[in-house]
């Protein structure tokens, strides 16, 4: 069979809107997941939650035919396929693939229609549920009446035995009713076969398999297998290889020799995908969707089609459309429609008719002095008008050609609309499109500006000249805009008339960079001609330079954002700045207090904090400090954690104020690290707190060599961390493949979820997500353990989440602000973090946890918290709180928030 690969889905697209009706004729489903056609016209729908669903679509009712009892619906497990016999009605019998609650396996059962208690488990899976994804749930009869289903990788492709295959029970053990029968493995290398489609007239079957996550490479795929040869050593490829089987993109894992290449797939090309199943169609469909094959994307919420030769695909993918609603199942209605699902809830049906249909249409000039000549084209499908079908163009309402390009004249100075429609006989005319068409000579506008540049606290006003017009025919639209590099933010816009004003405040967003304020006014003739104008006024700016003495590793705040010393601020005359330095800091075995501030030979305040109002001059600001005290910024003592301790960071080794090759900060095996990124700023909270600060734009790994694993797979990775941002990362070591790492960190936003302390395993993150949003949290100890196969998330001293995973840890690289495949990075400040090759105990991890957090007792140490609204660095010396007490008020905010949890879930069990 040919093979076709799509590099990108969407290279052409052809508008069938005008000729498609998608309505949703049920929309009180609960998550529908799979569709059947009956014989009669009518449709089974069945549910996620094991409900089948009689649907009439002469009487438009829906009635309940089937419920499936104990069925699994944890992540994208449930009821999956659902299959009626091919010889329904005389055999009243619907086959279904689900995860059954009690067994934690996948089940394949016959019920008979209408009798809930019927279930004949025909097949069990013999390995129980794993990860919460990928479950597959094709299923489909052959000809001959044997019985096809596919199940997925279940969140886990290097670590299952059933998952990822094709599978087939044979007519006569179908026919019979054998329970518990021993299915045949036809093909493996599958990820998620979510439909299977057989096709009478090649004995074939397709199987739409959704691709991976990496969305550079990974495709979607529809796989043709054959039953006449019924091979049973078919590899589709995955998780080595996706797309054709010589995909350089996957180097040596993509193997001509061993793999079967799909019949079609397409490229992710950095978008998510989805392929949900798909249809034939032949000449009785309407172009463009006629003699080729239609196939949906849950994840763009898409229709596509390819053309066929002789069965096979050929040229070009089409884009016909979009769904309303992410499809998650679609079928052919027996005529030339189509029905599809939508796991928000809906049943929707899609028409065609054989009727006319604009592709395309133009209009030019849009815009031009009087006498104005304008153009029209457009192209249709059909390419010859149907019979009973015109097209017009008119003008101001009259038809001025028909059937033809438009080609007309337009004298009359202002605006007309042009529009193109299309009648079907006697019927009311579409409008197809229309455009507005300028005619004259646009406005003459200019601004004026009271001042060439401004200070902070000057008003400035902007005034409007029209040339040639009456000023009573005119409206005027205004913005002032605050230019800021190479962005914008509105000032103002609520102006009447020609004249709009401003005062340059004195605080707030400041005048750094490239700034000014942007006039920009749009003058409307009552005939609807219009100008436009716009003009820039630039701040009046000098050069603060700020330093201390002596030279120390001082970030100065500047409005809440961290500076580095030593460092020049550009602003605005007049602006006002809060300026904020480190009260103290500890600094080569030196407590360094801050004493005042000075310009020239002036001191000039004798607090660390204080509000700078911008003089008419450069001037430079020197934060003065003396030595009052001796310090020693310690190292976290591991005795009673070295026992096989892999690795230990600490910040408070590094003196510098950034470090560029780690290997020598972490712990007693330095040389088992390769060096990483340069230029990780080292910052302080207290003469016995630093840390390492990570923006969110930088990560550090490093190749790891040398490192013993035990035969018994056991780890801990503890974080002493502070959260500044979402984004699927923390510290973590493997390889960036499902269940090959292990680590800690916070997952990602998405629809609003996310952005919570988690467990990393790579592509299985998810499943021990904690439901404790990281951002804000403050300074916590984050901590996974791993041992006999199960995961134990802890926040401080508490454990959040519990989960069995089937880890297969491959060392590769150690990981820091990033995940492990380096695709993701976080903004976090790190104190400290260490990885044994052991699971410590709860004991033990509170024991850490205590010892981490008691190397400060610094009553005036800058609260956590409050630093990070203020995206402040460093202390002030003057603020309150220890990290200790917040930390441990973490822990007590953990303890509620499992309280809670299991209040919920008493209350919904006596619900129930």
């Known amino acids: 069979m040919g093979v076709l690969h799509l590099a990108v889905v969407m290279a052409i697209m052809v508008n069938v809107d005008a000729l498609r009706q998608d309505s949703a004729v049920v929309s009180s489903l609960k998550a529908p997941i799979d569709l059947t056609i009956l014989p009669d016209g009518n449709l089974l729908i069945a549910q996620i939650n094991g409900l089948i669903n009689h649907y009439s679509p002469s009487s438009g009712t829906v009635s309940r035919w089937l419920l499936v009892a104990n069925v699994d619906t944890y992540g994208e497990r449930g009821l999956l396929g659902a299959e009626l016999h091919p010889n329904y009605p005389q055999q009243p019998y619907i086959y279904v693939f689900y995860c059954h609650s009690v067994a934690k396996a996948i089940r394949v059962s016959r019920f008979k229609l209408q009798d809930n208690d019927s279930e004949l488990v025909l097949w069990q899976d013999s390995e129980a549920v794993k990860g919460p994804y990928h479950y597959g749930g094709g299923l489909t009869f052959d000809q001959q009446l044997n019985l096809y289903f596919s199940t997925g990788d279940k969140s886990f492709p290097t670590a299952n035995t059933n998952g990822q295959r094709l599978y087939k029970l044979s007519a006569s053990n179908v026919a019979k009713g054998q329970t518990l029968q021993t299915a045949t493995v036809l093909a493996k290398g599958l990820r998620n076969p979510w439909k299977l489609r057989y096709l009478p007239a090649s004995n074939s079957l397709l199987i739409f398999d959704v691709g991976g996550n990496q969305l550079s490479i990974s495709h979607e795929e529809v796989q043709l297998y054959d039953l006449d040869s019924e091979s049973t050593s078919t590899d589709y490829g995955f998780p080595s290889c996706e797309g054709p089987c010589n995909n350089v993109e996957f180097g040596s894992g993509c193997n001509c020799q061993q793999h079967t290449s799909p019949w079609l797939s397409y490229r992710h090309s950095g978008l998510n995908s989805a392929v949900v199943g798909g249809f034939f169609t032949d000449a009785s469909w309407s172009s463009p969707l006629k003699n080729g094959f239609v196939w949906a994307d849950y994840a763009r919420s898409k229709l596509f089609y390819t053309a066929l030769s002789n069965g096979q695909p050929k040229g070009s993918p089409v884009d016909v459309g979009n769904t309303q609603g992410q499809a998650i199942d679609l079928q052919p209605d027996g005529g030339s429609g189509m029905y599809y699902l939508t796991l928000g809830g809906q049943l929707r049906h899609v028409t065609y008719d054989n009727a006319l249909t604009v592709n395309s249409a133009t209009v030019s000039p849009l815009s031009g002095q009087e006498p104005l000549a304008i153009i029209g084209r457009y192209t249709h499908v059909p390419s010859v008008l149907p019979p009973g079908w015109s097209l017009s163009w008119l003008v101001d309402g009259a038809v001025v050609a028909t059937n033809q390009d438009l080609s007309t004249t337009i004298s009359q100075i202002g605006q007309h609309i042009v529009t193109l429609q299309t009648k079907e006989g006697n019927n009311q005319p579409t409008n197809v499109e229309t455009w507005t068409v300028t005619v004259g000579k646009p406005l003459d506008v200019t601004i004026q500006s009271n001042v060439a540049s401004f200070k902070a606290g000057d008003l400035l006003q902007?005034?409007?000249?029209?040339?040639?017009?009456?000023?009573?025919?005119?409206?005027?639209?205004?913005?002032?805009?605050?230019?800021?590099?190479?962005?914008?933010?509105?000032?103002?816009?609520?102006?009447?008339?020609?004249?709009?004003?401003?005062?340059?405040?004195?605080?707030?967003?400041?005048?750094?960079?490239?700034?000014?304020?942007?006039?920009?006014?749009?003058?409307?003739?009552?005939?609807?001609?219009?100008?436009?104008?716009?003009?820039?006024?630039?701040?009046?700016?000098?050069?603060?330079?700020?330093?201390?003495s002596p030279t120390l590793p001082v970030t100065l705040q500047v409005d809440g954002e961290s500076r580095p010393l030593p460092f020049t601020l550009d602003s605005a005359v007049g602006f006002k700045h809060q300026l904020s330095v480190p009260g103290s800091l500890c600094w080569q075995d030196k407590v360094y207090t801050f004493d005042?501030?000075?310009?020239?030979?002036?001191?000039?305040?004798?607090?660390?904090?204080?509000?700078?109002?911008?003089?008419?001059?450069?001037?430079?600001?020197?934060?003065?400090?003396?030595?009052?005290?001796?310090?020693?910024?310690?190292?976290?003592?591991?005795?009673?954690?070295?026992?096989?301790?892999?690795?230990?960071?600490?910040?408070?080794?590094?003196?510098?104020?950034?470090f560029s090759s780690w290997s020598s900060y972490l712990g007693s095996q330095p040389t088992t690290?390769?060096?990483?990124?340069?230029?990780?700023?080292?910052?302080?909270?207290?003469?016995?707190?630093?840390?390492?600060?990570?923006?969110?734009?930088?990560?550090?790994?490093?190749?790891?060599?040398?490192?013993?694993?035990?035969?018994?797979?056991?780890?801990?990775?503890?974080?002493?961390?502070?959260?500044?941002?979402?984004?699927?990362?923390?510290?973590?070591?493997?390889?960036?493949?499902?269940?090959?790492?292990?680590?800690?960190?916070?997952?990602g936003l998405a629809d609003g979820q996310g952005?919570?302390?988690?467990?990393?395993?790579?592509?299985?993150?998810?499943?021990?997500?904690?439901?404790?949003?990281?951002?804000?949290?403050?300074?916590?100890?984050?901590?996974?353990?791993?041992?006999?196969?199960?995961?134990?998330?802890?926040?401080?001293?508490?454990?959040?989440?519990?989960?069995?995973?089937?880890?297969?840890?491959?060392?590769?690289?150690?990981?820091?602000?990033?995940?492990?495949s380096l695709s993701n990075q976080v903004a976090m400040d790190v104190r400290w973090f260490g990885i044994w090759n052991r699971a410590l105990t709860t004991n033990q991890v509170a024991q850490l946890h205590s010892a981490v957090f008691a190397l400060t007792t610094d009553s005036a140490e800058l609260n956590p918290n409050e630093d990070e609204k203020q995206g402040n660095a460093d202390s002030s010396g003057d603020s309150t709180g220890s990290i200790f007490v917040l930390a441990s008020a973490a822990t007590r905010h953990v303890d509620w928030l499992l309280l809670v949890v299991l209040l919920v879930c008493l209350c919904e069990a006596i619900l129930k």
């Open 755 to 820: 952005g919570n302390l988690m467990a990393e395993a790579f592509c299985s993150n998810d499943v021990t997500q904690s439901k404790i949003a990281a951002v804000g949290a403050g300074w916590l100890l984050h901590t996974v353990t791993f041992a006999d196969k199960r995961m134990k998330l802890y926040v401080n001293e508490s454990i959040v989440s519990t989960e069995t995973v089937p880890l297969n840890l491959e060392l590769q690289d150690l990981v820091v602000a990033s995940d492990p």
């Open 673 to 747: 690290l390769g060096s990483s990124n340069a230029g990780i700023p080292v910052a302080s909270l207290s003469p016995s707190w630093s840390f390492a600060r990570f923006e969110g734009t930088s990560s550090l790994s490093a190749a790891i060599t040398g490192w013993k694993l035990t035969s018994t797979p056991a780890y801990t990775v503890a974080l002493a961390v502070r959260y500044r941002s979402e984004g699927w990362g923390g510290v973590s070591f493997g390889k960036p493949a499902c269940v090959q790492a292990l680590g800690v960190g916070v997952s």
């Open 596 to 658: 005042h501030w000075t310009t020239g030979n002036t001191i000039q305040v004798s607090t660390p904090v204080t509000t700078l109002t911008v003089p008419d001059n450069s001037k430079s600001w020197l934060a003065s400090y003396t030595v009052t005290d001796t310090c020693s910024r310690s190292p976290l003592s591991l005795s009673g954690f070295d026992t096989q301790l892999l690795v230990a960071f600490d910040a408070n080794s590094i003196s510098a104020t950034t």
């Open 462 to 548: 902007f005034s409007a000249t029209v040339q040639g017009v009456s000023a009573s025919a005119l409206s005027y639209s205004w913005q002032l805009l605050l230019w800021h590099d190479n962005h914008h933010h509105l000032l103002a816009s609520n102006f009447q008339g020609s004249l709009a004003t401003h005062v340059v405040p004195t605080a707030g967003h400041s005048f750094e960079g490239d700034t000014g304020v942007i006039a920009q006014l749009t003058v409307t003739h009552t005939d609807g001609r219009t100008g436009t104008a716009e003009t820039r006024i630039n701040p009046r700016k000098v050069d603060l330079n700020f330093q201390t």
